[in-house]
DNA sequence: TTGTAAAATGAATAACTATTCATTGATATT
DNA sequence: AATATCAATGAATAGTTATTCATTTTACAA
C-alpha cells in the first residue's frame, strides 16, 4: 500500500477513503482491467467482414493485446484462480466470453464451423494457442512474423472448420 | 517457514541445515516437482505405437495429469514466471520439451505430420488446448467424457496433420 | 559409562506491511 | 472573519514472517 501511495502522490491513509482494503482496491483494479483489455480483442471487428477474415482479425487482436499487455495479461491470469475471485468475477468473465461464443455460433450456421463441437470447445482451442504463442513470444523469444501468424491462424482454422 | 516446518514435523530452524533460504528451497521443490511431473507425461509412450495413437497418449496423459495435479501446475506456471527462475529452471524446460519434438519431427518424417510447420508451433498449438480443457475443468466444471476428449484430440490432430 | 561431534530446537531478532486515527489543511457557508 | 464541513496526512499500531544462534538432544566411539 506504500509503494501505491508513492506512485500516486498521496498519503497511504488517503487510499482508506476510496477503498475498504486492499482487497477491494485489487478486486475494483481486477475488474476495470479485465473489462479495458476485453475491449481490445473486438477492435475494428465487423459482423459484414467475412467470417475466417473476422475470427481471425479477433484473435490476432488478442495475441497482440497479450504480448503488448504482457503483466496485465499475467495479473489477471493470477487473480483469477486466487482465493479472492467471487462471483462477480466470474459473472463477467462470462458475460465477455457472450460476443466470441456468438460470433462462433454464427459460423455454425454458416456451415462454415463444425457444429458437432460445442462453442466453448472451439473456444478453448483457440485460445489456448494463441495464449501459448504470446508467452512463448515474451518468455522465449519465439520470434513472430507475418508467416508465422498466418500459419497459426490457419492451423486453428483447420481445428474448426466444417 | 513455520508452515512448512510444522508439516514436517521439525522445527523452523532445522530447515536452515538443508536449505539457505526459503528461496532456495522453493527453488529445489520446483525443479523436482517440474521432472516427476514432466515423467507422467510420457508414461505407458511406446514409439511402436501407431504415432496418431502415441500422440494422444501423451496429451490424454499431460490433460489427466494437469486435472489430478492441478495445484502443482498452477504452482509451476506461477513460479516459471516469476522472477526467480534462473537458466537452471530455463534448460530443463528445453530438456523437457525435447522428447515432445521428438516425436513430432518423427511423425514429420513419416509424412503424417506437416512439414511446413515449425516443431515448436505444432507443440504449442497442442499444449495450449489441452491446458485450457483442464483448467476450464477445474475452475468452471467443464464436464469431461470420452467423446469429448476424442474430439479434442481429434481437433488438434486437423490442426497438425500432413 | 563417558566424552565428543553432529543434528535439531525454538525463542529472540529484525524487517516488513496493512490499517487506524488524531491532527492538519482545504473549501464552502454564514 | 468566523465557523463548519469535508478531505488528506503520515506517524503509530498491531500483526506477520524469514532468519539466527545459544542451547539442548541425539548418535556414536572409546
Known amino acids: 500500500m506504500g509503494k501505491v501511495a508513492k ?3 498521496i498519503a497511504v491513509g488517503t487510499i482508506y477513503l476510496y477503498f475498504k482494503h486492499k482487497e477491494d482496491l485489487l478486486n475494483q483494479f481486477y475488474l476495470k482491467l479485465y473489462q479495458v483489455n ?3 480483442f473486438l477492435e475494428h471487428y465487423s459482423p459484414n467482414d467475412s467470417f475466417r477474415e473476422g475470427l481471425k482479425l479477433i484473435w490476432v487482436n488478442y495475441l497482440k493485446h497479450r504480448i503488448n499487455h504482457y503483466k496485465d495479461s499475467h495479473f489477471l491470469e493470477q487473480y483469477y484462480k486466487s482465493p ?4 462477480n468475477h466470474k459473472r463477467l ?3 465477455v466470453k457472450k460476443p466470441l ?3 462462433i455460433q454464427k459460423g455454425k450456421e ?3 464451423v463444425r457444429s458437432d463441437l460445442d ?3 472451439i473456444f478453448l482451442g483457440m485460445l489456448g494457442f494463441f495464449r501459448e504463442l504470446a508467452d512463448e513470444y515474451v518468455g522465449n523469444c519465439y520470434i513472430f512474423n507475418e508467416d508465422r501468424i498466418n500459419k497459426a491462424f490457419e492451423m486453428s482454422w483447420n481445428m474448426i472448420k466444417a
Open 84 to 87: 479472492y475471485v467471487n462471483d
Open 93 to 95: 468473465a462470462e458475460q
Open 110 to 112: 454458416l456451415g462454415l
Open 101 to 103: 461464443h456468438d460470433i
Open 7 to 9: 506512485q500516486a502522490n
Open 119 to 121: 462453442n466453448e470447445m
Open 38 to 40: 476485453v475491449d481490445r
